[in-house]
Nanobody
Framework: QVQLVESGGGLVQPGGSLRLSCEAS????????PIWYRQGPGKKRELVARTTAAGRRDYADSVKGRFTISGDRAKNRVYLQMNNLKPEDTGVYYC????????WGQGTQVTVSA
């Protein structure tokens, strides 16, 4: 069993920044991830950003240039720095990892509103 705990969400004005953190109970860095997903109101869950043990980073087109994923493998943590936030970034952000099977955190709410 791998536990994933997200933190760092909150209410922010458009143009603001937030830094999400995901703390894992085991090493979650491999060829697949870890991965940040989000689900906005009335929307399907979508991949936001992914990093791998090899250092590869992938982003959704909608967040490129604004979001940065990073990791601290020694601490089993993955971060998502979110800058220039927009109302359409509102949603629940989830950390996910594959360690024999999919694991998910409980999510952290991000609300971007004036």
């Amino acid at each position: 069993q791998v536990q994933l705990v997200e933190s760092g969400g909150g209410l922010v004005q458009p143009g603001g920044s937030l830094r999400l953190s995901c703390e894992a109970s085991a090493d979650i860095f491999n060829a697949v991830g870890p991965i940040w997903y989000r689900q906005g109101p009335g929307k399907k869950r979508e991949l936001v950003a992914r990093t791998t043990a090899a250092g590869r980073r992938d982003y959704a087109d909608s967040v490129k240039g604004r979001f940065t994923i990073s990791g601290d493998r020694a601490k089993n943590r993955v971060y998502l720095q979110m800058n220039n936030l927009k109302p359409e970034d509102t949603g629940v952000y989830y950390c996910s990892a594959w360690v024999g099977r999919d694991y998910w955190g409980q999510g952290t709410q991000v609300t971007v509103s004036a």
